[in-house]
């Protein structure tokens, strides 16, 4: 699915043009959400963060921090936050690796912990019928699922990847300091305001998923 979606679209237009388009699109999008509120502040702590955690390992963080820092306010916060979601997505990658989980038996883990029935979340990423019961029969077989449930092993392994994830991410929190309670409430209030202009889904479980 993703294969043909990006030939798709490396046809339709070069690659630095659509980077523009979708950077300019996404930038008036949190621009008209965020309102008459300068991002400035809380944008350069978080670049300023983000840009200090360790790359090694890490792709789509590292490939993004090498475009550099944007002088826009609003594009900078957008920049920063893309930052520390891809060192966390990338640090996931890495905690699911390391517990010998492929990306549909994820999926499936991810949907079942946050309370999504199963294959509700998973069939939605492009993975064939028999991938996703490949999956569901190989967690089975481990102990993590029990029918359409998780076992208590199960979710006890879905947590320790969730920490393991979180352990990773300590450089950018400590990085932040004694601001990192100011700069999350105030994201917290953004996040609010991008949901309710439906820039996010307003289903808690969908964006828990991810």
Same mark, same amino acid.
């Given at each position: 699915?993703?294969?043909?979606?990006?030939?798709a679209a490396a046809a339709a237009l070069p690659h630095a043009e659509l980077v523009s388009i979708r950077e300019e699109a996404t930038v008036a999008s949190l621009r008209a959400a965020l309102g008459v509120d300068d991002p400035s502040k809380e944008a350069d702590l978080l670049a300023a963060a983000a840009e200090s955690a360790e790359g090694a390992g890490r792709p789509?963080?590292?490939?993004?921090?090498?475009? @550099?820092?944007?002088?826009?306010?609003?594009?900078r916060l957008?920049? %920063?936050c893309d930052l520390v979601r891809e060192h966390r997505g990338d640090s996931h990658v890495a905690a699911a690796n390391l517990a010998c989980l492929g990306p549909v038996e994820m999926n499936v883990l991810t949907e079942l912990w946050v309370g999504m029935p199963l294959l509700s979340y998973t069939a939605t990423r492009g993975w064939s019928p028999e991938a996703m019961q490949q999956a569901v029969d190989g967690l089975t077989?481990?102990?993590?699922?029990? @029918?359409?449930?998780l076992t208590e092993s199960g979710r006890a392994l879905? %947590?320790?990847i969730e920490a393991d994830t979180d352990a990773q991410e300590h450089s950018i929190v400590d990085a932040l300091g004694d601001r990192?309670?100011?700069?999350c409430a105030q994201l917290e209030q953004w996040s609010t305001r991008c949901i309710e202009a439906g820039a996010f889904p307003p289903d808690i479980l969908k964006r828990a998923a991810g």
């Open positions: 699915m993703v294969a043909t979606l990006y030939d789509l963080f590292s490939g993004l921090l090498q475009r @550099g820092r944007p002088s826009d306010p609003v594009h957008w920049w %920063a077989a481990r102990g993590c699922i029990n @029918g359409e449930q879905r %947590a320790s990192v309670n100011e700069v």
